[in-house]
RNA sequence: CGGGGCGUAGCGCAGCCUGGUAGCGUACAUGCAUGGGGUGCAUGGGGUCGUGAGUUCGAAUCUCACCGUCCCGACCA
């Protein structure tokens, strides 16, 4: 991508209104763009992201056996009252009504309608275990929304339902999810942990949840630094030495949960076992706050100049950052040669050919956190060499042309 | 919802106390200079001072109401 073909605004000041760093560096590097409380744009900078960190959880899911698809956001109240949470959800739902009068909620989640959905389409014990997922908006009208997409009201929410015939399924599904969501927060590459939630449905080790450890983070979590045992607030106070516990903060990026017949039972979704008898189905779910993540990765990863992405979720993984692009043939030749060669090598490059000025290009580089950096002026020509910077790295180095390849791997 | 801030140019702020024709920085546009860490100088465009009502000869400024927004607490990925 060339700059000069994209979309890139960028501020030296944050926003009064941005308390949390990455809400800050968020804003200052042009990811998202605020239209309300707790509803904010995706600008292309920050769509790149969200894209990237959706793929990754996108490809684990399907790899762990779930089938995506797409439920609608509009839901209507018939469903809710089935399980009586229309009443009991609250004023987090949001309660719109249609041209006929009609009640709709905006989805806060989609238990009720991936019910529905199963219980007209899946019959038979032969269908089951089932795992359904999708990557969508929710509205949850929270009581004060904070810290920019942290904790918005709109938000981008990977959901998924799985339904089975017995207990072990819901278990052996469970497990799988677990693992997968441990591989999709190792890949994008942060700081996490699993610790054990309470689960009123079903009790025991029945839910956990993922939370990126963060300073900053909303939650307490606690772990023993003597055994596996990590836990919610909530979990720990059971605990039987509970003195002993450690505790740090983390962001919750991920719950999964065992949910048992609670939904099945109200929407009547049975299933026809091996015997011919019908039976209702036993449910499980997954949720990642895919939105979250972003502030969650960034509020870990960064510095005083700004972001530092995981390279597995930077909107670019290369930024090429020429002096003199528009003033010297040399240079721009050797530039688009390199640019065109690390697209073929498969590389996300951004080049900077809006002929700006060097600390321009190098802070703003910075600020979108792009973990690495190449510069080529005419200076760096006549040495045959790169000057390549890692965000992470406090000075850029000079390196031999075929060696770039190294650096990139990281 | 309770407590506390803040609403003046895209963004960051001053002006308000003590009423009298709205300002600074940045961003944007133009020109000249500059050309390896948000460069310098000059010129220019951009504002229903959140909304409404009131007090006053006159309101960004004083009063009241409303709206928006942020922070602290109780819910959540």
């Not at 797409?70 to 987090?92: H, N, S, V």
């Not at 003195?243 to 949910?259: A, D, P, S, Y």
């Not at 060669?341 to 590389?347: F, H, N, T, W």
């Not at 956190?369 to 002026?377: E, F, K, M, N, Q």
Request: glycine share 6%; charged share 25%.
């Amino acid at each position: 991508m060339k700059a000069s073909k994209f979309y890139i605004s960028t501020f030296k000041e944050a926003p009064a209104d941005a308390e949390l760093v990455s809400h800050q560096l968020m804003i200052r590097a042009g990811l998202i763009k605020k239209l309300g409380s707790g509803l904010y744009t995706w600008m292309p900078m920050g769509l790149r992201v969200l894209k990237k960190i959706e793929n990754i959880i996108r490809e684990e899911m399907n790899q762990a056996g779930a089938i995506e698809i797409l439920m609608p956001a509009i839901q209507p109240a018939e469903l809710w009252k089935e399980t009586g949470r229309w009443d009991l959800f609250g004023p987090q739902m949001l309660k719109i009504s249609d041209r006929h009068d009609r009640s709709f909620c905006f989805g806060p989640t989609h238990e009720e309608v991936i019910t529905d959905v199963v219980r007209n389409e899946l019959n038979s014990y032969k269908q089951l275990p089932m795992n359904f997922y999708q990557i969508q908006m929710k509205f949850r009208d929270e009581i004060r929304p904070r810290f920019g997409v942290m904790r918005a009201r709109e938000f981008l929410m990977k959901d998924a339902y799985s339904f089975h015939a017995d207990m072990e399924s819901l278990k052996h599904t469970y497990s799988l999810m677990f693992q997968a969501y441990n591989a999709i927060f190792t890949k994008i590459g942060l700081t996490f942990r699993a610790v054990q939630a309470d689960n009123g449905a079903i009790g025991g080790d029945g839910s956990h949840e993922f939370h990126v450890l963060a300073e900053s983070g909303e939650d307490e979590i606690v772990y023993d630094e003597n055994s596996d045992f990590a836990a919610n607030i909530e979990v720990a106070k059971n605990h039987p030495n509970k003195e002993n516990l450690k505790t740090c903060r983390g962001i919750e990026v991920g719950h999964i949960f065992q949910l048992g017949t609670k939904y099945s039972d109200a929407m009547k979704a049975t299933f026809i076992d091996e015997s011919g008898k019908p039976s209702p189905m036993i449910m499980g779910c997954y949720g990642i706050g895919v939105s979250r993540i972003v502030a969650a990765a960034i509020e870990q990863n960064h510095d005083d100049n700004g972001i530092i992405f995981p390279q597995s979720i930077s909107p670019f993984e290369v930024i090429i950052t020429p002096i003199g692009y528009d003033k010297s043939p040399l240079v721009k030749k050797a530039v688009d040669n390199l640019y065109q060669s690390l697209i073929a090598d498969g590389y996300d490059v951004l080049l900077d050919d809006r002929g700006l000025r060097p600390g321009v290009m190098f802070n703003e580089a910075e600020l979108l956190g792009i973990p690495h950096r190449v510069t080529l002026s005419e200076k760096t020509l006549v040495e045959n060499k790169y000057e390549y910077k890692n965000r992470s790295a406090s000075a850029a180095v000079m390196i031999a042309n075929d060696d770039l390849l190294n650096h990139l791997v990281s």
